[in-house]
């Protein structure tokens, strides 16, 4: 049974855990917000610029681009973004749970998997065909450091080198949801009853200058890029959102504990009091007997 001692020993070390799980709560709430601003600003120009793309892809006549056209290759790249830290609650679980059941629905692909962070490649790079790990100068990456990898990753489809590139990493809902999902980047898909909505849709013609295609060819690889942006800000800010949430409930663990031990430090304080209290009298007593 722990003694007075022990137990201030554990509240002064569940104190100095909350001093800390609170001040890390507070830096991942300023790191989420700002990561926050960054996504939610940049998802509507990426969807408006994939809409667009879409829809000229659709109407135009007789046009194809080499990020649209399928190839008879069975091996497919797979960009992992993930974090390089823990203390995150189920973010990088979760994520490594999504992957794997993944490579089971696609076990008739050569997979190959590429890693942004360290943390579920350390947990699933022995069950997979596990390839470069790209780091950046600071912890969040600037628009050229993720080109650098689109470009990297877009060169091998385009070369024929893979036929598929798909992306895992956690999406942004809000502060405290994410959705762990993986989707395909290359080759870039509109579906046919897709364009039979769209031309339904639009049922006259465009003017463009220059040319759709020309239009087309400059925009298609902006998408591609921005996308793969968007998906790298995604984690980002899902990560900030799930340490903040962690830390928060880790927090409230630790002033739980707190108050559990002081309470139980308090009864056998009273107790030694009153066993004390006792004693004295018990010796008054008998020296009056």
């Known amino acids: 049974m722990a003694n007075i001692k022990d137990l201030k020993k ?15 709560k507070l830096v991942s709430a300023a790191k989420l917000n700002k990561a926050q601003l ?13 809409g667009t793309v879409s829809t000229v892809s659709a109407l135009a006549q007789d046009y194809s ?32 749970k999504s992957v794997r059941r993944f490579t089971v629905e696609h076990k008739d692909e050569d997979l190959k998997f590429v890693w942004i962070g360290k943390k579920v490649r350390d ?21 050229e ?44 898909q509109v579906s046919e009853s897709a364009k039979e909505e769209i031309k339904a849709k639009y049922p006259y013609d ?4 220059p040319s759709a295609g020309q239009i087309l060819d400059t925009l298609v690889p902006e998408v591609y890029l921005t996308t793969v942006y968007t998906c790298v800000l995604d984690a980002i800010a899902s990560e900030h959102g799930s340490r903040m949430n962690a830390m928060e409930n880790a927090s409230k663990n630790s002033k ?5 031990l002081s309470l ?26």
């Open 264 to 289: 139980k430090m308090n009864k056998l304080r009273q107790a030694k009091i009153t066993t004390e209290l006792i004693e004295v009298v018990s010796g008054a007593e008998s020296l009056n007997g």
């Open 38 to 50: 960054r996504i939610l600003g940049l998802r509507p120009y990426s969807r408006e610029l994939e």
């Open 145 to 188: 450091e993720v080109r650098k990898i689109a470009d990297e990753i877009g060169h091998m489809f385009l070369t024929g080198e893979v036929g598929k590139v798909y992306v895992a990493y956690n999406s942004f809902i809000s502060a405290i949801a994410f959705d762990s999902t993986v989707r395909q980047l290359l080759p870039m």
């Open 65 to 96: 681009n080499e990020y649209f056209l399928s190839k008879e290759n069975n091996k497919a790249v797979v960009l992992v973004v993930s974090s390089d830290k823990g203390l995150c609650g189920g973010y990088n679980s979760s994520l490594a």
């Open 10 to 24: 554990k509240i002064k070390s569940t104190k100095g855990t909350f001093k800390i799980t609170k001040a890390m």
């Open 256 to 260: 739980e504990v707190i108050k559990k």
């Open 206 to 209: 465009f003017k463009y200058e």
């Open 123 to 143: 947990l699933i790079s022995k069950e997979v065909n596990s390839g470069k790990t790209y780091t950046f100068a600071k912890q969040d990456p600037t628009y």
